[in-house]
């Protein structure tokens, strides 16, 4: 086996007082590393930038030490849905270089088709307001519709109890009974504040992007979770801002040909808020997965789950 190094790493350490945030890294051992948030993933020593010295191929699909794994595989199983984070304000740079790795994510022909509007400060609280006001009217909000369709039509099962459990879970840890619809809406609300984090995501697309592109930006949103995670920090992407993509051209002065995709709160968690506690569930491997190893016709023994 090739030594691709090793040392054990934690995701962070925070100046509260400050709000600042950096990695802390211990005992490094990678030949030429530096504990920086830049190459915070052992991948970076793996596959250098351009114009550095590569590893061949067949050595980079060996370099799989346990601390890299380890540090991969933590950032996206720690990745949560935050619905409450400290005020603590996050760095530009740091916003800029979850962005430049979320940036490597794949898509068709290498189109890129994602577009990223950051909000803070003064901003984010002028788009928040005005989505507030306009979810407090009832008069007018039902005006307001979503420009795609994010859920089904109509529910079946499973999909449908997975829903109701993950509602009625996070409903539970905050005390809201079943039929309180304003202390629902309440709750419902605080989508469009960002949850309290200092930063605010809104993506959008060119109108003539197909399904294709869609996928491909999905897989861009994940790679800004989990750069976040890797960097002590968390997110909440949020499809229901969707409904008021309308305020949202107004306000950011969006193109025509611009369609929001969804938003996402940026920050460091709260920790004592009660909403964080809550942990969804994941269906077991293989409740979701097909192995196909004969072709049709072959051994009749073989199990459903395994062809």
């Not at 211990?26 to 550095?52: M, Q, S, Y």
């Not at 740091?94 to 994602?114: C, F, H, K, Y």
Request: charged residues 25%; proline residues 7%; hydrophobic residues 40%.
């Amino acid at each position: 086996m090739h030594d691709c190094g090793g040392g054990s790493r934690k995701f962070r350490d925070t100046d509260r007082a400050s709000g600042s945030l950096h990695v802390a890294a211990h005992k490094p051992n990678f030949r030429g590393f530096k504990p920086t948030v830049k190459n915070f993933f052992v991948l970076r020593t793996i596959f250098p930038r351009d114009g550095a010295a590569r590893r061949p191929l067949h050595l980079q699909s060996m370099c799989t030490s346990e601390p890299s794994v380890a540090a991969v595989d933590a950032a996206i199983t720690s990745r949560r849905s935050i619905r409450r984070f400290l005020p603590d304000p996050v760095p530009r740079s740091l916003i800029e270089d979850i962005l430049r790795v979320a940036s490597r994510a794949p898509s068709g022909t290498n189109i890129q088709p994602w577009q990223v509007h950051v909000l803070t400060d003064d901003a984010l609280r002028h788009l928040s307001a005005r989505i507030v006001a306009a979810f407090d009217d009832p008069k007018h909000v039902d005006t307001h519709v979503e420009d795609y369709a994010y859920y089904p039509r109509e529910w079946v099962s499973p999909y449908l109890e997975r829903r109701r459990k993950v509602g009625w879970d996070l409903y539970a840890l905050l005390g809201i009974a079943k039929g309180d619809k304003a202390a629902m809406h309440a709750q419902h609300r605080r989508n469009f504040r960002f949850f309290d984090a200092p930063v605010g995501f809104i993506f959008t697309i060119d109108r003539v992007m197909e399904q294709g592109s869609w996928l491909d930006y999905g897989m861009f949103l994940q790679n800004i979770m989990i750069a976040a995670r890797a960097r002590g920090l968390d997110t909440c992407p949020q499809a229901a801002f969707t409904t008021f993509h309308r305020i949202i051209a107004e306000v950011l002065e969006l193109p025509a040909s611009s369609q929001v995709v969804c938003g996402m709160s940026l920050g460091l968690a709260d920790p004592n808020a009660v909403e964080n506690t809550l942990h969804t569930e994941r269906a077991a491997v293989d409740a979701f997965t097909y192995f196909h190893a004969h072709a049709p016709g072959g051994n009749p023994e073989t199990p459903e789950r395994d062809r």
